[in-house]
Structures are given as structure tokens and as C-alpha cells.
């Protein structure tokens, strides 16, 4: 339930939303303590817009590839295991 959580007056982009519930639901956030997941989302986030703008940009209009997920997890795995 955590990353369904949003900071009042500044919601997430749609594409944001997408790419971590993606991570949640592959349990790729187990790892990573409750108290932690902003933290990490924000991270994310910021990593992913930064180093990859094509992959959120490709979840924003709804079509992307197994290519654009695989780094999707490939990136949340790696940032999940800091925490």
C-alpha cells in the first residue's frame, strides 16, 4: 500500500505511477523496508527520468517493449538493493 501513497499537491506522473507499481507487483520492492519506499520511489524516479526519459516516456503513451521492462526491473533491482 505504500507506493499507492502520494504527496498531497504534488502528485506523481503517470508514467512514475506506472513504473513503480510495475516494480511492486514484480516483488521487486520486497527488499526494501515500508519506512524506505518513498525514499527509494524518489530515487527511482529521478534515476529513470534522468537515464532513461525514452522508457518513461514509452509507459506514458502506453506502448513499450519487453526491452523497456526488462530495464525497468533491470534499474529497480539494482536501487532496491541499497536499502
Known amino acids: ?20 507499481i510495475y516494480c511492486g507487483t514484480k516483488g521487486l520492492l520486497m527488499g526494501v523496508p ?4 518513498k525514499e ?8 529513470m527520468n534522468a537515464k532513461h526519459a525514452d522508457v518513461m516516456s514509452a509507459l506514458a503513451s502506453g506502448k513499450y517493449t519487453d526491452a523497456q ?3 525497468l ?7 532496491s538493493g541499497k536499502y
Open 1 to 20: 500500500m505504500e507506493i499507492l501513497k502520494q504527496n498531497e499537491g504534488s502528485p506523481m506522473r503517470v508514467e512514475e505511477q506506472i513504473a513503480i
Open 34 to 37: 515500508v519506512k524506505k519506499i
Open 40 to 47: 527509494f520511489e524518489a530515487e527511482f524516479v529521478e534515476f
Open 69 to 71: 521492462t526488462s530495464v
Open 73 to 79: 526491473e533491470s534499474v529497480c533491482a539494482d536501487l
